[in-house]
T-cell receptor
Framework: ETGVTQTPRHLVMGMTNKKSLKCEQH?????MYWYKQSAKKPLELMFV???????ENNSVPSRFSPECPNSSHLFLHLHTLQPEDSALYLC????????????????FGSGTQLSVL | QKEVEQNSGPLSVPEGAIASLNCTYS??????FFWYRQYSGKSPELIMF????GDKEDGRFTAQLNKASQYVSLLIRDSQPSDSATYLC?????????????FGSGTRLSIRP
């Protein structure tokens, strides 16, 4: 176990549904991330939170809405998704502010495999 | 133009041989380089990082960095079936935090018994 827990592991939803992905990290980190991983494509960074504040939004459609209530928890709220949003959604954390050897290391959760019908 | 390029594979290597995975990057000023291993259906796991030109060894793994040629490679000695996974190369532009890390698409490695 990597110290970053994601639920659910699998999610099937219709285009009109609303669902949420949850991520929790037990590593004492202060930065949390959402990535999207599609088949044969590089990991795509979606959102970054540092000390609960959103610092990056990589032009993600508004049907994805992140929430970070504290440094240990991160949510991704989903509504009116499209079939092309089907992918593996990975949460990660890191510890910013240290040396390059520490603040660049990403620790990933197991991901949520999302299928949009 | 892709910023971090990897051959998607699959790369098939016999058990006990050396597996060689390669990655090129476009930003000449990049300073931090990472290799993540991802088993099917699992999360990426950091296995090596390198900052300086040359070789860095950790057990059966050796990362090699050549900044002049803008490539980084990962060698796996004495390959085992458990090494079968997708290996992601990741590069960080100069002076950046983890949020700027750019990933390649990954190379799928298969170790045949």
């Amino acid at each position: 176990e990597t110290g970053v827990t994601q639920t659910p592991r699998h999610l099937v939803m219709g285009m009109t549904n609303k669902k949420s992905l949850k991520c929790e990290q037990h590593l004492g980190h202060n930065a949390m991330y959402w990535y999207k991983q599609s088949a044969k494509k590089p990991l795509e960074l979606m959102f970054v939170y540092n000390f609960k504040e959103q610092t990056e939004n990589n032009s993600v459609p508004s049907r994805f809405s992140p929430e970070c209530p504290n440094s240990s928890h991160l949510f991704l709220h989903l509504h009116t998704l499209q079939p092309e949003d089907s992918a593996l959604y990975l949460c990660a954390s890191s510890q910013p502010g240290g040396t390059a050897s520490t603040n660049e290391k990403l620790f990933f959760g197991s991901g949520t495999q999302l299928s949009v019908l | 133009q892709k910023e971090v390029e990897q051959n998607s594979g699959p790369l098939s290597v016999p058990e006990g041989a050396i597996a060689s995975l390669n990655c090129t990057y476009s930003d000449r000023g990049s300073q931090s380089f990472f290799w993540y291993r991802q088993y099917s259906g699992k999360s990426p796991e950091l296995i090596m990082f390198i900052y300086s030109n040359g070789d860095k060894e950790d057990g059966r793994f050796t990362a090699q960095l050549n900044k002049a040629s803008q490539y980084v490679s990962l060698l796996i000695r004495d390959s085992q079936p458990s090494d079968s996974a997708t290996y992601l190369c990741a590069v960080n532009p100069p002076g950046s935090s983890a949020s700027k890390i750019i990933f390649g698409s990954g190379t799928r490695l298969s170790i045949r018994p």
